[in-house]
């Protein structure tokens, strides 16, 4: 047994030889970039650019010998060993100075040169382990949150929310529910390694429905073999509950890796400035981990992720009548304050999303390789209602959604030639249990959706490259659903989908609709680099995106959000014609990027605020689908200036104007203008330690649509007429915020970081326009926070 695992370890120093690309960049101990560079590898050499960025193409798998020089600065004098595409940061120390730091990270499995990415930082992803996905991606400049109270939250890029925002975690894309307003990510950002922005639907090969952009969450991983990992405590005032997050990673032994990481959040009520939000409590029990094998020529990779959580529903959001709602816009104050507790009552959801994927990569000789995919995921979807008659513990919504996912991508690299194509298939199946005692708001539905694409890349100079792609989908859905007769003839249904019907219930008809799509979409975009330090990026894409379930198939009350929502069987496919740019420019101690975009949406699906129904369970407002032609025109801006040694100043602002070209109007639920300003102090000889000021100020949105309708209230026992104002927007507001941390030793080979932060330092209250609940109470108030992290 000894003999065979010697031998066994052995075989993991074969040497490969696929072709492969490094690039990376050259900085010095202050990050500052260092310009022509020359870099040596293997039979490949190079010279660093003004802004250190190098690429060198061609390295076969194996041990590849690394030289780097700079005057005035020590060589790096190294061996890398290769095996696949690699992106590699070297940081050069002076020749008085210490041996320098080699920072290694895989490159990403995707290639886009003609737009701009943002990333979001280990470090970043670490502070927020309490928060959810959106709250995060706020980091991003062009990024805003839609919300359902403040523990439902889903990212806004450019305008663009739910459906039109495609999440990849691990390259598979989430399928969650995401049709809800009401409905955020199912992912836990303490399994993020890194996460990727990519702002339109230029990555083809994710598919060519992300009319509002992709979010790219990729896990931690190590090529090195070592075993280290990291545990994230955080406590928090308001909510009066914490998080807490481990993961262990264990490198590449004999060609073996593994990644395990879990977490566990706790909150009882928020409370707002004035008053408690009542039921606004959540839990969280959260898994990932992967098991990789890395062989001379292929690796094959197997993963699984659990997301389970409850999640409390303000209980003020869910009115009993018109008074209610009327009386909720005009007094400010919430119907229901109750003295906080840790309980979660109904309404709640309580939500649980598996995924589980196998992987296989095999990688050629000169730059080619092959990737297969298959992935699983489950998620189911309950939401209660309050409910008279009714046990609490019976969902008013329950959906299954059980999906099947296969992916082939074939890569090439050729001299200046990137070349990517692939082929993926889709299954998915929805369940709407018929035993909730309630029409179910999505009915049962089985999807089919297959794809092709093919994207090139050339580097016609060192300086310019240009990117073209195109993909074809195809896609049909066949839904089984019962109609009240009655609806059926208020939405005019009759002659046009008569077709549909199968039965004949009574009151009801028993319909099964049937859709089919053909989709083209394609994308063209260049990269420039020019002058001192500019970088240019151009993107001119086409994108489709067909009516998702929700927007075809609702009828009826959507408990989550406590309205009524209705879809409309005539909807058309979404077309976007998105023209974006970037330019960006450095010097020695100041960065920018400066990002704006034009998109025209052809049949705009949105959901427009129509009215009130009077049900069983009470009154509730009347959202309906509806299309136009929209503009969505906008800018997003950065900064960041490295003003002194110890001091560093950040800038982000983000604008979206959407118009209504159809009916000459606003566009509904558009971010309003925000700016956000973060000084920074940092000093690593006092322990690492980080001070931030940050202030975030959200103007008041200007350009809305008049969607106000009237009613009749009872006042002293009379009915009166009155106009129920649900479509002014909230007041600007102006918020700050503190973070800080510093570093120290807990062993010789553990280190710990202690942060201390103030949210809402001031406890402003303030109510955001693109908040669903902001009819009914305001937002959070101050909330301090507590996080000691321990890397060991």
């Not at 062989?295 to 009115?319: E, P, Q, R």
């Not at 927007?729 to 103030?758: E, I, M, N, W």
């Amino acid at each position: 047994m000894q003999k065979f695992s010697l031998f066994f370890c052995l075989l993991c120093f074969g040497i490969h030889y696929s072709q492969n690309t490094i690039s990376g960049k050259i900085v010095d101990e202050n990050n500052m970039a260092l310009e022509k560079s020359h870099i040596h590898m293997a039979s490949k050499s190079t010279n660093s650019k003004k802004d250190g960025s190098y690429i060198i193409r061609n390295i076969p798998n194996g041990p590849a010998k690394v030289l780097i020089t700079y005057v005035g600065y020590k060589p790096i004098d190294t061996t890398l060993l290769v095996n696949g595409n690699l992106e590699i940061d070297f940081k050069m120390k002076q020749k008085n100075e210490q041996l320098e730091e080699i920072v290694v990270k895989h490159k990403n499995n995707y290639f886009n040169h003609s737009v701009s990415e943002q990333k979001i930082k280990e470090r970043t992803i670490e502070k927020f382990s309490s928060q959810s996905l959106g709250n995060l991606l706020k980091e991003v400049p062009g990024v805003s949150v839609l919300k359902s109270g403040n523990t439902v939250v889903k990212p806004v890029i450019n305008g663009l929310h739910s459906s039109r925002v495609a999440i990849f975690n691990n390259n598979v894309k989430l399928e969650d529910q995401q049709w809800g307003m009401e409905h955020a990510p199912n992912f836990d950002v303490n399994a993020a390694g890194k996460i990727t922005v990519l702002k339109g639907a230029s990555a083809l090969q994710y598919g060519g429905d992300a009319i509002g952009g992709i979010v790219i969450i990729e896990p931690f991983s190590t090529k090195k073999d070592t075993l280290f990992g990291k545990t994230i405590m955080t406590m928090e005032s308001n909510g009066r509950g914490g998080t807490i997050s481990s993961s262990l990673h264990k490198g590449n032994f004999c060609d073996w890796s593994w990644n395990a990481q879990g977490s566990f959040k706790y909150y009882g009520d928020r409370e707002a400035p004035d008053y408690t939000l009542s039921n606004t409590g959540n839990r969280e029990a959260n898994f990932s981990g992967d098991l990789k094998y890395t062989g001379k020529k292929f690796d094959v990779a197997a993963y699984y992720s659990l997301y389970s959580a409850t999640i409390g529903i303000l209980s003020a959001s869910h009115i009993g009548n018109v008074n209610d709602l009327y009386n909720s816009i005009n007094n400010q104050t919430p119907s229901v304050t109750e003295d906080f507790t840790y309980s979660i009552k109904n309404p709640k959801q309580k939500v649980q999303h598996h995924l589980a994927k196998l992987n296989y990569n095999y990688y050629f000789k000169d730059g080619q390789s092959l990737a297969l995919q298959y992935a699983f995921q489950f998620n189911n979807r309950k939401e209660f209602d309050l409910r008279t008659g009714v046990s609490n513990d019976k969902p008013a919504l329950d959906l299954n959604l059980l999906t099947h996912t296969v992916n082939a991508d074939y890569k090439l690299s050729v001299n200046a030639w990137d070349f990517k194509s692939g082929i993926m298939g889709l299954y998915q199946n929805n369940t709407a249990n018929p035993n909730t005692g309630v029409r179910p708001l999505i009915p049962t539905y089985d999807k089919f959706e297959a794809g092709v694409y093919a994207v090139a890349d050339n580097h016609l100079t060192e300086d310019f490259s240009i990117e073209v792609g195109i993909r074809y989908d195809f896609s049909t859905i066949e839904a089984t659903k019962y109609y009240l007769k009655s609806r059926w003839e208020e939405r005019e249904y009759s002659p046009e989908f008569d077709a549909f019907i199968t039965g004949d219930f009574g009151t009801q008809w028993l319909t099964k609709p049937t859709f089919t799509f053909h989709n083209f979409s394609a994308s063209i975009g260049t990269q420039y680099s020019f002058g001192n330090d500019y970088e240019w990026y151009f993107n001119l894409s086409r994108a489709v995106r067909n009516p998702n379930p929700s927007e075809f198939f609702s009828d009826g009350l959507h408990h989550s959000s406590g309205m009524i929502e209705l879809g409309d069987l005539r909807l058309k496919q979404e077309k976007s014609n998105k023209i974006s740019t970037s330019l960006q420019k450095k010097w020695r101690k100041v960065k920018m990027n400066l990002n704006p975009f034009l998109n025209y949406i052809e049949d705009y699906m949105f959901l427009k605020p129509v009215g009130f129904e009077t049900t069983i369970r009470g009154a509730f407002p009347v959202w309906e689908y509806q299309q136009t032609n929209a503009l969505l025109a906008g800018v997003d801006f950065n900064s960041e200036w490295q003003i002194s040694e110890h001091w560093q100043h950040r800038l982000l602002l983000t604008y979206v104007n959407g118009r209504d070209k159809t009916n000459n109007d606003a566009i509904i639920d558009m971010p309003p203008l925000t700016l956000n300003n973060r000084i920074q102090f940092h000093q690593k000889k006092w322990n690492n330690l980080t001070l931030e000021l940050q202030s975030e100020i959200v103007f008041r949105q200007t350009q809305f649509p008049n969607n106000n309708f009237s009613t009749n209230i009872i006042e002293n026992g009379d009915f009166v007429p009155v106009e129920v104002d649900i479509s002014t927007p909230p007041p600007a507001y102006h918020l700050l915020h503190f973070t800080s941390d510093f570093q120290f030793k807990v062993t010789d080979h553990s280190l710990a970081t202690l942060g201390f932060s103030v949210f809402n330092i001031l406890d402003t209250p303030y109510r955001d326009y693109l908040n669903r609940q902001r009819f009914y109470a305001d937002e959070l108030g101050r909330n301090f926070q507590i996080q000691l992290k321990i890397n060991y």
